[in-house]
């Protein structure tokens, strides 16, 4: 199930293929991995006695808890998010999926990547797409000018690159 961003004023809920692997990867690691050893743990702990007083026994089942919460947000989640594995018609602008070059007033220059709430990570460049900067940047060419609001203030900001992936590459 694809589809091509679209439906402005709904926050969507896209995700890029590599954000959709990355979930699926965490919840078959929790799943198959990280739930039975915990649940192997449990079970030792709890056939040394009484339960009450056994710390081993009593992080065992809180972990298993925060396991099985974890998993059930992420099979829900899956459920309701749209994979963008496409690229968008006019790649001359901004849109789900873009890596985008912004320019300050002074020069500076720093690139994003418009990607999913689930998968933004500032330290990749991954820029939410609900994100103020992201809602701005939307629809914007090369050179368009972006009036931002920040913690410090308005900013403006110009668009110095658009590029996009073709989802082979995303792998």
Known sequence: MSKAPGN????????TPDGERALRDELQYLWKV????VTQAVR???????RSENAEYIYGKKQLREIDRRVRFLSKRLDE?????RLPDDRNKVFFGAWVTVEDEEGAEQTYRLVGADEFDLTKGYLSINSPLARALIGKRLDDEVNVRTPE??????????????PADDK
């Open 8 to 15: 402005a004023g709904v926050r969507p809920r896209y995700i």
């Open 34 to 37: 990280k739930r039975p050893e």
């Open 44 to 50: 030792e702990a709890a056939a040394l006695g009484d």
């Open 81 to 85: 998010l749209t994979v963008v594995d």
């Open 153 to 166: 203030g308005w900013r403006t900001l110009f668009v110095a690159g658009i590029r996009y992936q073709t």
